[in-house]
């Protein structure tokens, strides 16, 4: 009981709390920031690089970035599995 009665003290920290518009809100700014930063961080690695060596510092750099949000995809599950609390619920 004492577990249930912490796990309410705490407050999580969702995308929109749980309420459909301030979540869609949430998910459409995420999405914009997201299509923001990509453009950008693709030129930064194209222009530190000759142009000769452009496709292959690109695809490189998305490798590392598709990677990795495939790892975090994949370690959700076990964060869950592992820990009390569900993974997409930060409480401070």
Excluded: K
Excluded at 3 to 20: I, T
Excluded at 66 to 83: C, V
């Amino acid at each position: 009981m004492a577990a249930s009665s912490s796990r309410q003290a705490r407050s999580p920290c969702f995308a929109g709390s749980g309420a459909f518009g301030a979540t869609l809100l949430a998910a459409i700014l995420l999405s914009a920031g997201t299509a923001l930063v990509h453009p950008t961080l693709i030129a930064a690695v194209s222009d530190a690089v000759q142009p000769v060596n452009r496709a292959p510092a690109a695809g490189v750099y998305r490798f590392w970035r598709d990677f990795g949000n495939a790892r975090l995809a994949g370690a959700t599950p076990l964060w869950e599995w592992i820990g009390d609390e569900p993974a997409t619920v930060f409480s401070y």
